[in-house]
């Protein structure tokens, strides 16, 4: 399967907005997480469950409710039927393939996302989905794994003073989107690092090896492609959703993530440019490395050939070879050849095919 | 004949709406079947003649009148009339090298679509021609040859209690198209496996074989990318056809269709850069490995023309060579020959060349 | 001088409107031959002299002009002068090297489209000019050669019972476009073809004429692309012009044409996909092959040089060889050989550069 | 200094408007040239002062004023004060890198195009700039060198019966741009005649000195694309500028000029894509060549190897070999290595590795 | 790290408006320098607290304030306040990775522009960034370094004569504006200058070293591509704000300023071109060149071996072998080596493997 690509056949078949778990983190457990605040008021719950999160709904103070794991299609479906939500959202945050997009409901917004993490181990880029609805008064958001890039908000949230504070579910949704895109960046330049450093040991000391490393480079670009380029257009169509939904500051910062969007796509297409480059340059250095050893080894072959010529004519059993019999016939032909090595390899040299 | 492209040359020169049957499928009978349902009734008719079909039609039941094969002009031309479609319409559907399309006559939508199927055996992906007319109270479908990708829908129609029976038959016309769509991610996926078989394979042993190979999966994307890009504007187009055809809800569903097209699309570029690549892989892994032997082998030679030669020196019928009646002679030169080969060694080894 | 690009040179610093014959087709008769058709009537004249087909044009019938060969500028601006013409529609009839392109005077359209025709002994394709007039009932088309694909539509205008004698003269109009568009498509599937025996020759038996062939392939998909791409403009166009020169059921039937020029240029992009890799695939292959055979000689060279080096050393002529007096000398030192030349040949056999 | 790129850097940090001349062709003297008609009068004076020209302005004959020349900025700014031209143009003006642009002054048009030149004896392009000024009754030229391209205008101008004597300034200022574009063909033409036999040249006998033609050709296909593709919009914008300055007729004429240019542009992409596989087939042929070689001569090698094998195996000096002492032993072993040469090449003959 | 990417990632999980210094060049001092002038009066003072300038801002007089380096958050954020500028403006101000964007806030314009160095030394492109605020009656321009491509403006502010000084606040920020875009053809023409160096050395003589200088290269016209391209949407932007902000004549200025970025943006793209060919011409000249060494050194071998393979026949020591006791059997011997080194040069001359 290729990264970045669900089983999403499961699926073929069924009738639309049936909620089949598509995706990888599946072994772990539900948990869902609650903060309920205004300029005045905080209430933070870990570990609840869904039917103590709804009275906070009807509430006027602010609501966001944290789902981490979203293989349970059972708890997604209770979740959606205490939100109003359509079936057709629900089917989407479980099923996680999806790229991301903005649906634009009559009172509930859905944007669905990609979450970047990169292992320093492996070296390799992980993907998951998150998916936000922002309501009313409310923001419920779904991620995949028990991952926690949210954790800085939480602590803006816990200081009474913060701006978060002061403001609607709007902007805590935008700020929830800000995080995912600032978080890109840490991604890319781990990646960018990593595409640094195998680029010199191409250009150094290609091994075999490294062909399939390239191949995981691309592989890996492709994801950040799919991952990064639809979010342009999705936060652009946030930024003109209905009025009702988002206040004039928040719209301001959106114009703000999406500067960052463009400059996060402006990276991956130059980590695209240089991939594809890659390829070319470790086969280009490759043939040179073996043409120069062939060259080196093809010079001595052809420097003692005629040497080993000369002295196979002596090896002649003639009767009648009259240098054969000279007394300086032997020290002669070793000179001959002698001279013979080097007129050859001053040639070579003065050709700049040795020592080159 | 390049693989989706028909033996459309036999239409030329015939006035338009000429309906000759251009297509692979031909040996097969035609089959109609009809599904007639309504909340509370259903009736399901196999293999009938198109005649029995009719007075269904007046009803205000939902008919659904499916027909397996369309070579056989005759009868496609006699539905047509009993339908009052146009003879271009016709023309479309037994033409079977269309791409998808939509058009949008006074009272019926008709739509072209490729239906994609993976033949596991030979891992070919095969397309046919799917076309369907909504009409007001009525779906006519026509594929190519006799499949049953529609099965699990035709249960669904069966259960009373299901979604399909308490809608219109617009929504029928969208579980169609959607049941095609989630079918393109069967074929996609067992192409994409067989993309990364493959792609090992020329990466750890390419063989001749892998070029013939991979010049069969760059066509296959090609039937692929022909195949379904069309799609996204055919799918957009009919969100915003007239609102006597549609419904709200129906409208709702098609957006998330073309939300799963745009995947579609997504993984098809992707194939599309990873077989672009796969003949530079190929090449340079098999240039590479060619070269390896070479030096190998070039090696071994180098190795023993040194020593061949001093050998020949001394296989020389001079007269005058004192070192010839030496005891120790002969051993000397042998450990003279041990000496260059061990230089050598050394020599290629730490430059690397050996066992690198 | 490229395919497909005529020599317009010739017109440069002379006054627009100027008459000069830019085009291959020169050696032959101007010819010119007359259609004049009613639903009732039926007139149909070769060979005529322009003066004749006047009177033809005041009468209510619909009259159809064909002139083959333009290189007469004199013929043409008669021509021209009768039916009133723009100097610059004449000066793109006579000018060869145009591209499609529609132009919409007061009370006349003028179409200029690409003729295809696929020479079967030669595998190449030529390419010439048809223009056409739409007037208020007539239509005059003029072609470079003597050439026939409107036989067809001959055929069907003799016949009373066609549609095209129940129809104005923008319905022929539109039929002689099909009629050239569906000749597209004999073009296309011959050159399909031969791109696919070309395809196969270069991956089983690459010679250096395949490189010549590959660089024709590519000047002739160019040709196919500069011919038939801005169709689909040309076309589209036509669909809008104003209402009085095209009837509705025209304009439907336009959209089939339509569709079939996008087929078409598909096609026309899977050629260019294709031709694009044939030069990689005959380098790929030919380097392969080369390189296998260089490897097997190598490899027999490497077999005989230890051997022969074993042989040399015997051939040493010191006083002091102890094996050389050996009973057995001779064949251990056989033997040895052997030894050395079947481990050697199981090191190459056990390492896949063997039989591989 | 890449071709076509002028020496720009000049004029960092200068004030807008600045007159700095920067171009190539500095040497010759500046010229003006007079030309004042109207239907009845003609005045044609060359070599004039500056000032001379004015008065004919004011009259209702239409005056055409040709500079040679531009390095001189004095004389340049003392033009550009007499008609009032805005200092941005001057400074466009005087500054020949531009590319082609037009601007749309309140009573004056400006167009900036480049005059391409084929040089046959070095087989290069030079371009320079055209500068035009459309007035109300007058048309102000200024190019580079001391060219003579509108002479042919000129000529038509001198007869009183030509059309252009019959229209406004606008129609001579339609004549000017059409002339340099069906300029262009001559430069396309025989530069395409160039590229296809550097093409021939590459496929049949490539040689090293090719490397540094296809560089300049690329070069050169950069310069043509440069000057030719901006034109589209260019004369795309000229006919729809205010109605004041075009009649209907120049409007109609200058369609007939964007098609050519959209001609010009064609051709010049077809080169972009020949020139763009020539390096390709520059590596792949002469890879193919030295191949061939190394393959023969590694043949020869081969041939000989064994032989000589056997050779040195009755050079040996055992005591004891029998076959040495035999009366028939070198007649038999000349007849063995006659049949090993001759295995050896049948089945280098049979691989079909010999004469192929 | 990327050349031209910053380190973004140690914002992620602040919150917006959070000012972090991004950037390079963080060791200077900053300097804050103040210009104020009208067409009467001239103030210049460098190194000024920016509490001095406030009372300027309120005069009608234009103030230019010109701060040199950002990485001391506090003292822009003092200025921020000052001057009513919002908190994302600032953000970008210190967070240097930004691509050229317009911002357009209620009565301020923002602008981000990347400023570029050419390091003759080291051959490599600098950037940083320069970000600029239009006011009503004031400009303030931050830049990184302490560079001082604004000294001709600011000579030309202290000539009361000057255009500059009989204008509003916006020509001088346009005037700003086209000095970093005056400045870029420095670059450009520097960098362009090195890229033919570069393939001349590729030609000509290939190195090693090459394929690093290429990557360079490429990287390079990377951050000219990033730093140039978005130029075009801004200033275009720029062109269209709100009439308050531009008089007529600046509007008319900036028209072209947008002229030389396209032809900047032309230039860059040639680069593409050309540096995208480098390496093939590398691999494919060095190939070249290995390829000729090995066909010599080939050919030297292959002439020795049928000589070596004449001697080593001699060299047996068969009893029966007639011609070793002719008298001329030795130079007879020689002879036929001569004529067989002789033939094999000659058809090596006529195949033309030799000398060529």
């Known amino acids: 399967m290729t990264k970045g690509f669900k089983k999403r056949s499961r699926k073929a078949g ?3 907005g ?8 599946s072994g772990e457990e539900i948990e869902i997480s609650l903060i309920d605040y205004s300029q005045d008021s905080f209430i933070e719950k870990n570990d609840v469950q869904i039917q103590e999160c709804l009275h906070f709904l009807s509430s ?5 409710i944290h789902v981490r794991g979203i293989h349970d299609t059972q708890t997604i479906s209770t979740i959606g039927q205490h939100f109003g939500s359509h079936p057709l959202m629900l089917e989407d945050i479980v099923n996680t393939g999806q790229r991301a997009k903005l649906d634009d409901f009559k009172d509930q917004i859905f944007i669905v996302m990609r979450l970047l993490k990169y292992n320093f181990n492996t070296n390799e880029i992980v993907d998951e989905q998150v998916s936000m609805i ?4 409310y923001v419920i958001s779904f991620v995949e794994s028990h991952n926690d890039i949210f954790d800085p908000i939480r602590k803006r949230l816990r200081n009474p003073e913060s701006r978060l504070r002061h403001q609607g579910a709007d902007y805590l949704f935008y700020t929830l989107i800000d995080c995912i895109v600032d978080n890109y960046f840490i991604v890319l330049e781990a990646f960018d690092n990593h595409l640094e450093k195998l680029e010199d040991e191409i250009v150094l000391s ?3 090896r490294s062909l399939q490393e390239i191949q995981h480079i691309k592989r890996d670009v492709n994801t950040l492609r799919r991952s990064i380029w639809p979010l342009r257009e999705v936060i652009n169509n946030l930024r003109h959703v209905e009025k009702k939904f988002l ?3 928040t719209r301001l910062h959106l114009g703000d993530v999406y500067d960052h969007a463009i400059q996060a796509i402006d990276m991956v297409d130059s980590f695209r440019d240089i991939s594809a480059s890659l390829l070319e340059i470790y086969s280009s250095n490759l043939t040179l490395k073996t043409n120069e050893i ?21 090896g002649m059993n003639f009767s009648h070879m009259p240098e054969i019999d000279w007394v300086y016939g032997y020290p002669i032909v070793l ?4 001279l013979t090595a080097g007129t050859m390899t001053y040639y070579f040299y003065r050709k700049k095919w040795l020592f080159n």
Chains 1, 2, 3, 4, 5 share one sequence.
Not at 18 to 25: A, K, R, T, Y
Not at 134 to 137: C, H, R, T, V
Not at 294 to 313: C, G, Q
Not at 335 to 338: E, F, G, I, N
């Open 14 to 16: 069924l009738p639309p």
């Open 18 to 25: 049936s909620l089949v778990h598509i995706g990888n983190f």
């Open 60 to 64: 006027p103070s602010i609501s966001w």
């Open 134 to 137: 922002l309501g009313n008064s």
């Open 206 to 208: 290609p091994s075999p």
């Open 247 to 249: 206040s004039e500051v």
């Open 294 to 314: 062939v060259k080196v080894l093809t010079m001595i072959t052809t420097m003692f050939v005629p040497l080993t010529f000369i002295a196979s004519i002596y």
């Open 335 to 338: 000179l001959a050849m002698a």
